[in-house]
């Protein structure tokens, strides 16, 4: 599949239907296609950082060099099942995975207080200082019960945010 | 083709024209959940990467093939080989004969009349809309011109919306314009260096710093001179497909004079127009122009506009761009077309970050 300018079968479809929990539709997995193409502007099967960035509203995102490090060297497959967690179709717990994905760069299954502070690091820049970031996020951390120590599992964070009104979402264009 | 001037070139401003855009809701008691909720950074992360406005803006559109029938497709080899074999020798025809002639009578006007003829400017100026009516009959070019054609005046500036540098033979065969323009390679930087210099055009570099100032400074000079040729500047500085605008530059709008919007449309019927410079040589373009059945397209000449009182020069260059888009039917978009060359601003990217912090910073003061 790395090659851009084929086609895609049924049975491709359907494989990459199945690799993402069935989160898209057939007619948005060939608009995926097109947009992957699109972007993969060299035809080497992945979209590099350079052309991830090349899209101006990507770029300016605060977390776009987080995501990066998540979207690097994704084949077609594999960039569907990333986008998947915006789908419609997802359930509210495996968009908070994501979001725990986006935290736990590591992959070791726990975010502790300097990962956070690290994404807030990203999110606020120069506009707060370090002990000011320290400061709310203690805060925070203590009002909900957790101490500086602790690190957050997949099931904390499913606690802290399964009740708010999480809106992922992001809608395929299909032509 | 493009202009620019001064600072703005090096720095795209876009935050100048984007509203504020995502501003959080005011925080009233700061929870953990506030701060671990990525959602509405990510979703916008992950709806640039399914579809962006700025993409779609350079983005040839394919034509949908219509000829996979038992009865279209004879009908469509016959176009093929009436369009390949018949109409493009003829094309290539009018254009030889066209610049035979074209030289047959410049080269003469240019090195025997020298000095401030009147006549020779005259007679170059003729000659420069002759060769330009070539080449649009060249690809049986259809352009229906609405509007007052314009007329030559001191401090007027025209801006029109660029698809392709096309858009410049197509004006120019009316009345000759005098253009600020990329400096190209090859046979087209050729044409703009020893012919189109005798109506007047200015060129540059894109990524030249110190170019931009002489520009700037020529152009100021220009407007001023009541004999000099109407100048005609694409605000937009790089080839948009005719379907959006992008951000016009500010520099013809600083200029304090009149400027007249022309819009310009075409038709996709037969070929699409854009010409998408990063995949395509000019001579491919027109090739694939020439091969096509016709060019279709339609001109407007919008009344001018001049800077109001307590008006910006980039409200007034957004004002203008709504006229043009509303008149061609395009869309706006808030990026500057210069993206295509440059990473964007950290500056965009500051600011969401000032938004967001200001928000915690809130709710930690009380």
């Given at each position: ?175 | ?27 009233m008691n700061l929870q953990l959940r506030d701060l671990l909720d990525l959602s509405p950074r990510l979703s916008e992360a992950a709806g ?52 035979l002639i074209f030289f047959a009578a410049f080269l003469p006007v240019h090195f025997l009349l020298t000095g401030t003829n009147k006549w ?72 703009q260096t020893h012919i189109l210099e005798s109506v007047g055009c200015i060129w540059f570099n894109r990524t030249e710093a110190k170019d ?155």
């Amino acid at each position: 599949m790395g090659n851009t300018s084929s086609m895609l079968t049924q049975y491709d479809i359907e494989e990459v239907q199945e690799h993402c929990n069935h989160a898209f539709s057939q007619q948005e997995i060939v608009s995926l296609y097109h947009r992957f193409c699109q972007l993969d502007r060299s035809g080497s099967g992945f979209i590099s950082s350079d052309e991830f960035l090349s899209v101006p509203e990507f770029a300016v995102n605060p977390l776009s060099q987080r995501l990066l490090r998540m979207l690097d060297g994704l084949n077609f497959k594999e960039f569907v099942a990333f986008l998947s967690a915006f789908s419609s179709r997802t359930t509210l717990q495996q968009k908070i995975e994501f979001i725990f994905k986006v935290y736990d760069l590591e992959f070791n299954g726990k975010v502790s207080f300097n990962d956070i502070m690290s994404v807030l690091r990203d999110l606020t820049g120069s506009f707060m200082t370090e002990q000011q970031r320290q400061k709310a996020l203690t805060h925070v951390f203590e009002e909900a019960g957790f101490s500086q120590d602790t690190s957050l599992s997949v099931a904390d964070f499913i606690k802290v945010l399964g009740s708010s009104d999480l809106k992922m979402e992001v809608e395929v264009p299909v032509d | 083709m493009v202009v620019s001037t001064e600072a703005d070139l090096d720095r795209p401003n876009i935050e100048e024209y984007l509203s504020a855009d995502s501003i959080h809701e005011p925080l009233m008691n700061l929870q953990l959940r506030d701060l671990l909720d990525l959602s509405p950074r990510l979703s916008e992360a992950a709806g640039a990467i399914v579809d962006d406005s700025f993409t779609r803006c350079f983005k040839s559109n394919s034509s949908e093939p219509w000829n996979w029938n038992v009865y279209l497709f004879p009908l469509w080899c016959l176009g093929v080989a009436i369009r390949y074999c018949i109409l493009f020798p003829v094309s290539v025809s009018i254009l030889a004969i066209g610049w035979l002639i074209f030289f047959a009578a410049f080269l003469p006007v240019h090195f025997l009349l020298t000095g401030t003829n009147k006549w020779r400017h005259y007679i170059e100026r003729a000659l420069v809309e002759m060769i330009c009516s070539v080449f649009v009959a060249s690809w049986t070019g259809v352009v229906k011109y609405h509007g007052p054609r314009p007329s030559m005046r001191s401090h007027q500036v025209f801006v029109a919306n660029h698809t392709s540098m096309i858009d410049f033979i197509i004006l120019e065969q009316m009345t000759a314009f005098a253009v600020i323009m990329q400096k190209h390679p090859g046979w087209v930087g050729f044409i703009q260096t020893h012919i189109l210099e005798s109506v007047g055009c200015i060129w540059f570099n894109r990524t030249e710093a110190k170019d931009r100032e002489i520009v700037a400074r020529k152009l100021r000079q220009h407007v001023q001179g009541a004999d000099n040729n109407p100048l005609l500047i694409f605000p937009e500085g790089t080839c948009v497909n005719n379907h959006y605008t992008v951000m016009f530059k500010k520099g013809a709008f600083e200029l304090g004079c009149a400027v007249c919007p022309i819009a310009i449309k075409y038709n996709k019927i037969f070929v699409d127009a854009f010409w998408n410079s990063k995949k395509q040589s000019f001579t491919k373009h027109l090739f694939r122009l020439m091969t096509s059945w016709a060019v279709v397209c339609d001109v407007w000449y919008l009344e001018p506009q001049y800077l109001r009182p307590g008006e910006t020069p980039i409200e007034f260059a957004e004002r203008v761009r709504e006229m043009i888009s509303a008149r061609a039917g395009l869309k706006k978009v808030p990026w500057d077309g210069y993206l295509k060359y440059y990473r964007p601003s950290p500056k965009l990217t500051e600011r969401k970050q000032q938004i967001f912090a200001e928000s915690v910073l809130k709710t930690l003061e009380k």
